[in-house]
């Protein structure tokens, strides 16, 4: 089953880190448009199994942003959609009743993804399952790749989140890649953080003193 290795890097000062990414010669990934919107639903049974078990199921619908203000002229041909199924396992390790480890510097899931057609069909069939979409959250994401020069960089996603709380560096890839990305983007081993968003925006609705809901971004006025 394939496996997905990433770590989380925050962001105080997107403009100095757009500068290191230029440093570095990283470029936007082949086949992506640029700033694409993603809205993510998780589902999970009204007991929370899934959770439980430390598996996560969701639905992506990503929709690319338009490259001008002209695509959104009447007539202009809109943004396709992207619809992607993912589900994540713990590694096979952790399912077992084996001892435990030390802690991971990196956050190593077993993926599952695939692309489908209709978000409101999926939608309908979970919940004939008798599961629930429980927690939404949005980000906007742009996905860029390491030129091919770097040897060392091979199979590197790095993906800039602007989300509800902030802005995030995801690294993904071969865990020695992604070490030397972080370095070479500023950063060491302490600024990694491998909670998912879900937990990253619980910690923050509780230093606000807030009622965790969806994490979306507010309506504009």
Not at 27 to 49: C, K, Q, W, Y
Not at 104 to 118: G, N, Q
Not at 121 to 129: D, H, K, S, V
């Given at each position: 089953?394939?496996?997905?290795?990433?770590?989380?890097?925050?962001?105080?000062?997107?403009?100095?880190?757009?500068?290191?990414?230029?440093?570095?010669?990283?470029?936007?990934?082949?086949?992506?448009?640029?700033?694409?919107?993603?809205?993510?639903?998780?589902?999970?049974?009204?007991?929370?199994?899934?959770?439980?078990?430390?598996?996560?199921?969701?639905?992506?619908?990503?929709t690319p942003e338009p490259a001008s203000k002209r695509s959104l002229a009447?007539?202009?041909?809109?943004?396709?959609?992207?619809?992607?199924?993912?589900?994540?396992?713990?590694?096979?390790?952790?399912?077992?009743?084996?001892?435990?480890?030390?802690?991971?510097?990196?956050?190593?899931?077993?993926?599952?993804?695939?692309?489908?057609?209709?978000?409101?069909?999926?939608?309908?069939?979970?919940?004939?399952?008798?599961?629930?979409?429980?927690?939404?959250?949005?980000?906007?994401?742009?996905?860029?790749?390491?030129?091919?020069?770097?040897?060392?960089?091979?199979?590197?996603?790095?993906?800039?989140?602007?989300?509800?709380?902030?802005?995030?560096?995801?690294?993904?890839?071969?865990?020695?890649?992604?070490?030397?990305?972080?370095?070479?983007?500023?950063?060491?081993?302490?600024?990694?953080?491998?909670?998912?968003?879900?937990?990253?925006?619980?910690?923050?609705?509780?230093?606000?003193?807030?009622?965790?809901?969806?994490?979306l971004f507010a309506p504009h006025k």
């Open positions: 089953m394939p496996r997905e290795t990433e770590i989380k890097l925050r962001i105080h000062d997107r403009t100095a880190l757009l500068r290191r990414l230029k440093k570095l010669r990283a470029r936007l990934a082949s086949g992506r448009t640029g700033r694409v919107h993603e809205m993510n639903v998780i589902f999970d049974t009204p007991r929370g199994d899934l959770g439980k078990r430390g598996q996560l199921l969701r639905v992506r619908i990503e009447p007539g202009s041909q809109a943004p396709k959609q992207r619809i992607r199924l993912t589900m994540k396992l713990p590694v096979a390790d952790e399912a077992t009743c084996q001892p435990p480890e030390p802690p991971r510097r990196h956050k190593v899931r077993e993926e599952l993804e695939l692309e489908v057609a209709d978000a409101g069909t999926l939608t309908r069939i979970f919940e004939g399952l008798g599961m629930k979409g429980w927690f939404r959250y949005e980000k906007y994401r742009t996905t860029f790749r390491p030129p091919a020069s770097l040897r060392w960089s091979k199979g590197l996603l790095i993906e800039l989140d602007e989300t509800p709380i902030g802005v995030f560096l995801e690294l993904e890839g071969p865990p020695e890649a992604i070490d030397r990305a972080a370095a070479e983007l500023g950063f060491a081993k302490r600024d990694y953080i491998v909670e998912n968003y879900l937990s990253l925006y619980v910690q923050a609705c509780r230093a606000a003193g807030e009622e965790p809901r969806d994490m």
